[in-house]
């Protein structure tokens, strides 16, 4: 019996979020267990990194069952921080700046010219180069992979950075007590992002495609227009201190500073905890890859959670209005909804991390949805309906 999480995305005016569980679907303490803090995590390509305060970079070829350290060169093993920008992997440490390496950790290059605080917070890439915040020198920023360091602080109101995030050519930055601010020009200059943004305190910050959440002292932000507007998304959080976060399609993950890990499949309308298994209440570090979601905590190593074992189904009152067949499936998927007088049905598939893979208009009630392009897995089907939302887990064979 696999575990199953239970979503009423919306019945009539409400909206709420409801699991339950099983031993099949629990959190994985890998074998990386040191008791150091992870603090950090990358993913490149099939290969995973991890940085930890004091035992430098680890990877693991094998979405983390087994681990390497990859040290050489790096002088400094107080990672903060990872960012990964083509195949390219930089790291960054507590007073020892940045190092590069371009073959997989197998070996690290300092690279700290022009950078005149060299202990670096936060990491992020973008398609024009990496930026590094510090704790007290602001935000440095190199588009030829740490050969120099600029600063670029133009309209920071401060040079504590807490966080950093990036999509295409916008870049937020959190600077200690005074919110987010926004880059669209390679930090030429900073503009304040803070509308409804009521906590300053800002730990972490993830983007999905047009939305972004922020991680705060006081629970998470949500944006849908580049931080335009924030609004507090709570609902389902008992642990209001955030520090990682990590999103993609429209599901969202909050990793808390006692709370453990807490999951929104509605872009942050509402939470719940994510935490079976897991004994490591204090998470530092959040990533995905196509099959597992990793956490790192701060005195028990990195654990992992299949993502295949996360099911979702509906429950909307009456289910058998609507019926998927064949599960699993081949080259067709086909969706039946029992009822005529329904005028507009959508549907929408999407994989195991929450990105959407294909949309479509029903024509009927009765249509063959084509998979067959679809990689083999599990996938998440969405029919909405007016009125509400239904979903279903689906087998690609």
């Given amino acids: 019996m696999k575990a199953k999480i239970i979503l009423l995305s919306k019945v009539l005016s409400f909206s709420f979020l409801l699991l339950t569980v099983n031993v099949n679907a629990q959190w994985q303490q890998t ?7 992870v603090t950090a995590i990358a993913i ?11 035992n430098g970079v680890f990877l693991s070829q094998d979405s983390g069952t087994t ?6 060169g790096l002088t400094n093993e107080y990672v903060t921080s990872l960012a990964v920008s083509g195949s390219n992997i930089f790291a960054g440490t507590i007073e020892g700046g940045v190092f590069f390496s371009a073959n997989n950790g197998g ?16 990491l992020v890439a973008n398609s024009s180069g990496i930026f590094a915040g510090t704790n007290g020198g602001g935000i440095f920023f190199t588009s030829n992979n740490g050969g120099n360091w600029n600063k670029v602080n133009t309209g920071l109101p401060g040079m504590d950075v807490t966080a950093l995030a990036a999509s295409g050519n916008n870049v937020f930055a959190g600077i200690n007590g005074s919110g987010e601010y926004l880059t669209s020009n390679n930090g030429s200059n900073w503009s304040a992002v803070n509308t409804g943004l009521l906590n300053n305190d800002v730990l972490s910050i993830a983007i999905s495609g047009s939305n972004i959440f922020t991680g705060t002292g006081n629970g998470v932000y949500y944006s849908s227009n580049n931080g335009s507007n924030w609004a507090a998304v709570v609902t389902g959080l008992n642990n209001t201190h955030i520090n990682a976060m990590a999103a993609g399609g429209n599901n969202a993950f909050a990793g808390s500073n006692g709370g453990g890990i807490f999951w929104s499949s509605n872009n942050g309308t509402s939470w719940a905890a994510l935490n079976w298994g897991l ?8 990533a995905a890859n196509s099959n597992y979601l990793f956490a790192g905590t701060s005195l028990g190593g ?14 909307n009152g009456d289910n058998s ?9 081949n080259n067709y998927l086909t969706i039946e909804v029992n009822n005529t007088k329904i005028s507009v049905i959508e549907s929408r598939i999407y994989d195991m991390v929450g990105n959407l893979i294909l949309e479509k208009i029903l024509a009927n009630n009765k249509t063959d949805v084509d998979v067959s392009l679809l990689p083999s897995g ?5 029919v909405k309906i007016e009125g509400f939302v239904s979903t279903k887990k689906f087998v690609k064979e």
Avoid: H
């Fill in 107 to 122: 070996s690290w290059t300092k690279v700290n010219t022009g950078m005149t605080d060299t202990t670096i917070v936060a």
């Fill in 378 to 382: 599990v996938y998440i089907l969405e």
């Fill in 67 to 72: 681990w390497n350290a990859t040290n050489n």
């Fill in 31 to 37: 074998s990386l267990t040191n008791t150091y803090q």
């Fill in 321 to 329: 209005n609507i019926k998927v067949y064949p599960n699993p499936a």
């Fill in 44 to 54: 490149l390509g099939s290969n995973t990194f991890v940085g930890t305060e004091g």
């Fill in 279 to 286: 004994t490591q209440p204090i998470i530092m570090s959040l």
């Fill in 302 to 315: 990195l654990w992992r959670l299949p993502l295949s074992e996360v099911g979702i189904k509906e429950i």
